[in-house]
T-cell receptor, first 115, second 114 residues
Framework: ETGVTQSPTHLIKTRGQQVTLRCSSQ?????VSWYQQALGQGPQFIFQ???????GRGNFPPRFSGLQFPNYSSELNVNALELDDSALYLC??????????????FGPGTRLTVL | AQSVTQLDSQVPVFEEAPVELRCNYS??????LFWYVQYPNQGLQLLLK??????LVESINGFEAEFNKSQTSFHLRKPSVHISDTAEYFC????????????FGGGTRLMVKP
C-alpha cells in the first residue's frame, strides 16, 4: 500500500471527448508525475509537477495538461480524446524535486478506454 | 535519448528454479537504475534501485540486481522463485541531470509454474 490513490478506477469515453483523472499523493510529497501505460508496454512519462508548477514534460501533445493542488491532489486532463489514448494512466508521488534518486510511489492507475 | 531494453518479453520458469531478467540501457552519462514490479490490475511497486556505491543491490524478497557500467546492464536475479513472483517486471533509468523522469523498458512477464 503506497498511500497514493487514483480515481476513477475505470473510465469509458468516446473519441473527441475530454477527460479528467485524479490522483491523491502521499501527504508531504511535493512532486507528482503522470505516466501513460499502453497495453503490453512500459509506462511513458507524460509530465511532472513540483509544488504546483510543471517541472518537466515528455513527448506528449498540449492536449495533455495537468494541475497540482496544495492539498497533495492532482489532475490529468486530456482534451479531444483519440483512440490511441486508451491506456492505463498512473500517477506517482515523491518527496521532492531532486536529481533523480527519490523513490516514486505509484497509484493503482485509471484504465481509460476510448471508443 | 536514453532508452531501456528488456531483452525477454516473457520468461517461463518452474518454481524454486533460478531466474535472470535482463535489462540494458543506452546512456553515456551517469544514471540511476530501478526495477519495478507490477502485479495484475495493480500499479508499480519499487523492487530495488541503484544510485551509487556498491554495484550489487538487494530487495527484501530475495531479488538482487548488479549494475555493470561497462556493459550498461542492470540484470535482475533471484536464486529460487515462488509462484507469488509471477508478475510483470520493468527496468527503468533516470539520467542524473533529468530530474525525476523515469524511462521504462517494455517489461518482462515472469511466469512461475508449479
Amino acid at each position: 500500500e503506497t498511500g497514493v490513490t487514483q480515481s476513477p478506477t475505470h473510465l469509458i469515453k468516446t473519441r473527441g471527448q475530454q477527460v479528467t483523472l485524479r490522483c491523491s499523493s502521499q501527504s508531504g510529497h511535493n512532486t507528482v508525475s503522470w505516466y501513460q501505460q499502453a497495453l503490453g508496454q512500459g509506462p511513458q512519462f507524460i509530465f511532472q509537477y513540483y509544488r504546483e508548477e510543471e517541472n518537466g514534460r515528455g513527448n506528449f501533445p498540449p492536449r495533455f495538461s495537468g494541475l497540482q493542488f496544495p492539498n497533495y491532489s492532482s489532475e490529468l486532463n486530456v482534451n479531444a480524446l483519440e483512440l490511441d489514448d486508451s491506456a492505463l494512466y498512473l500517477c506517482a508521488s515523491s518527496l521532492g524535486r531532486l536529481a533523480g534518486g527519490d523513490t516514486q510511489y505509484f497509484g493503482p492507475g485509471t484504465r481509460l478506454t476510448v471508443l | 535519448a536514453q532508452s531501456v531494453t528488456q531483452l525477454d518479453s516473457q520468461v517461463p520458469v518452474f518454481e524454486e528454479a533460478p531466474v535472470e531478467l535482463r535489462c540494458n540501457y543506452s546512456s553515456s552519462v551517469s544514471v540511476y537504475l530501478f526495477w519495478y514490479v507490477q502485479y495484475p490490475n495493480q500499479g508499480l511497486q519499487l523492487l530495488l534501485k541503484y544510485l551509487s556505491g556498491s554495484t550489487l543491490v538487494e530487495s527484501i524478497n530475495g531479488f538482487e540486481a548488479e549494475f555493470n557500467k561497462s556493459q550498461t546492464s542492470f540484470h535482475l536475479r533471484k536464486p529460487s522463485v515462488h509462484i507469488s513472483d509471477t508478475a510483470e517486471y520493468f527496468c527503468a533509468v533516470i539520467l542524473n541531470n533529468a530530474g525525476n523522469m523515469l524511462t521504462f523498458g517494455g517489461g518482462t512477464r515472469l511466469m512461475v509454474k508449479p
